[in-house]
């Protein structure tokens, strides 16, 4: 394909009207790349959590692979690694590459594999996204700046360093708390193009006006991933091609299921679903979200180890107050 762009209208500081957009990002994001006809992320895929020892003072590589075959036995299509429920935040850098190796050898192509390698340096997060590219993973995700939230700026910048330091697809992991505020998503695709190999968000945020104008925009070459739990189905009448949940790790057979259920057209069985997991959800908002995920996990006969600090580790009284909790629902971990 020739590098010389013409069509409708010159493209400038603003972006075009949809069929102009249209034709830009065909050229913009597929040039000298593949078509996304075949997206990476599509279904359901938790976002992992991170084995530790029982006193969470190191990583259990060992606990990866029992982990991650139960979820792939129950139908996950994919796993997101080290991002918040992967606590990639509270591990040190050998840590989260000791994490990305035990990954890759246990899913063993099995299924395809995103690395949140952001960090609070963008040189630590260069480290790890080449690391990964190295291991062999699937592609790479980054957060934006914590040091500098709500600053698109600051992040695309960020984004570019990260995304120049290898040739895997990059993501953006777009967090409500952090992400840049009073943005338009045409302001947001015009920023992201000095990242050529941009190729789609993990969008944890409920602003679902905001992720459709993603998906009317950029959803023929993007690959649109939705993030809250309890807006699950939400994310896949919004245009989601796939969904990333914490609580995927403990009820993953139920968000497979829904997602059949929306993919035949079949809506009131997978709000139904929507609803069971909610009432989960709702319950787990009263302790510690993800020290709950992981107790529930060893619960289940698959040790993970205690979410670190600043996370609340259950004790015995809390450890009970829980199981009341779910024996109250009617609900076991899958």
């Given at each position: 394909m020739s590098t010389a762009r013409s069509g409708p209208a010159a493209v400038g500081s603003r972006w075009l009207p949809f069929a102009a957009a249209k034709?830009?990002?065909?050229?913009?994001?597929?040039?000298?790349?593949?078509?996304?006809?075949?997206?990476?992320?599509?279904?359901?895929?938790?976002?992992?959590?991170?084995?530790f020892t029982d006193d969470g003072s190191a990583l259990a590589p060992a606990r990866v692979e029992p982990l991650v075959k139960h979820l792939?036995?129950?139908?996950?299509?994919?796993?997101?690694?080290?991002?918040?429920?992967?606590?990639?935040?509270?591990?040190?850098?050998?840590?989260?590459?000791?994490?990305?190796?035990?990954?890759?050898?246990?899913?063993?192509?099995a299924v395809p594999l995103i690395f949140q390698v952001g960090a609070t340096s963008t040189a630590n997060a260069?480290?790890?996204a080449q690391h990964a590219a190295a291991a062999g993973a699937d592609a790479v995700a980054s957060v934006a700046p914590i040091d500098q939230p709500n600053d698109l700026q600051a992040a695309v910048a960020h984004y570019a360093t990260i995304g120049a330091a290898t040739d895997l697809p990059f993501y953006v992991y777009w967090l409500a708390h952090t992400a840049a505020k009073n943005v338009t998503a045409e302001q947001f695709l015009e920023a992201?193009?000095?990242?050529?190999?941009?190729?789609?968000?993990?969008?944890?945020?409920?602003?679902?006006?905001?992720?459709?104008?993603l998906v009317q925009l950029?959803?023929?070459?993007?690959?649109?991933?939705?993030?809250?739990?309890?807006?699950?189905?939400?994310?896949?009448?919004?245009?989601?091609?796939?969904?990333?949940?914490?609580?995927?790790?403990?009820?993953?057979?139920?968000?497979?299921?829904?997602?059949?259920?929306?993919?035949?057209?079949?809506?009131?069985?997978?709000?139904?679903?929507q609803a069971r997991a909610n009432e989960v959800i709702s319950t787990?908002?009263?302790?510690?979200?993800?020290?709950?995920?992981k107790e529930m996990l060893t619960m289940?006969?698959?040790?993970?180890?205690?979410?670190?600090?600043p996370h609340i580790p259950f004790d015995d009284a809390g450890r009970a107050a829980l199981c009341q909790a779910l024996d109250d629902l009617g609900f076991a971990v899958e």
């Open positions: 034709w830009f990002r065909t050229v913009h994001f597929l040039e000298d790349q593949n078509t996304m006809t075949d997206k990476l992320a599509r279904g359901i895929w938790p976002a992992l959590v991170t084995p792939i036995d129950a139908g996950s299509n994919g796993f997101f690694v080290c991002g918040g429920t992967g606590e990639g935040s509270a591990m040190s850098v050998p840590e989260r590459k000791a994490m990305t190796e035990a990954t890759i050898a246990a899913v063993a192509g260069v480290e790890l992201m193009e000095v990242v050529p190999n941009f190729s789609g968000l993990k969008f944890t945020d409920s602003n679902f006006y905001f992720f459709q104008r950029g959803g023929d070459c993007l690959n649109l991933i939705s993030g809250p739990d309890e807006i699950c189905l939400g994310g896949m009448v919004a245009g989601s091609d796939a969904a990333i949940g914490s609580t995927y790790n403990i009820m993953p057979k139920l968000f497979v299921e829904m997602r059949q259920h929306f993919e035949t057209s079949d809506i009131q069985p997978a709000m139904a679903l787990l908002f009263h302790f510690d979200l993800l020290a709950a995920v289940r006969g698959l040790p993970v180890g205690p979410a670190r600090p």
